[in-house]
């Protein structure tokens, strides 16, 4: 079983930077990993995700802002966000699947607004 442990959100102003890190409880080399979001009242909506081998994809509203990366050294997922807005704002969750496991982190918040 892997744990999940989201950290790096907060407030932000439009047009400012965050760094979001998931830190796994062991390995996450065999691991796709990904970054959902999920706003009040809505279900989790996925935002990026890494693949084992590196390959990454996003959702139209935050390609060229947010970029997803891994250390598998570190047992760590990032996600740089870049660029905010507040419809950014949401609870942001780590997500780590590999076949019929799959592992939630309980989320971080961000909250983006003047």
């Known amino acids: 079983q892997v744990q999940l442990v989201e950290s790096g959100g907060g407030f932000m102003q439009p047009g400012g930077s965050l760094r979001l890190s998931c830190l796994a409880s062991?390995?996450?080399?065999?691991?796709?990993m990904a970054w959902y979001r999920r706003v009040p009242g809505g279900q989790r909506v996925l935002v990026a995700r890494v693949a084992t081998g590196g390959s990454t994809n996003y959702i139209g509203s935050v390609r060229g802002r947010f970029t997803i990366s891994r250390d598998n050294a570190k047992n760590t997922v990032y996600l740089q966000m870049n660029n905010l807005k507040p419809e950014d704002t949401a609870v942001y969750y780590c997500n780590a699947i590999k076949w019929s496991d799959l592992y939630w982190g309980q989320g971080t918040q961000v909250t983006v607004s003047s």
């Open positions: 062991g390995s996450i080399n065999d691991y796709n």
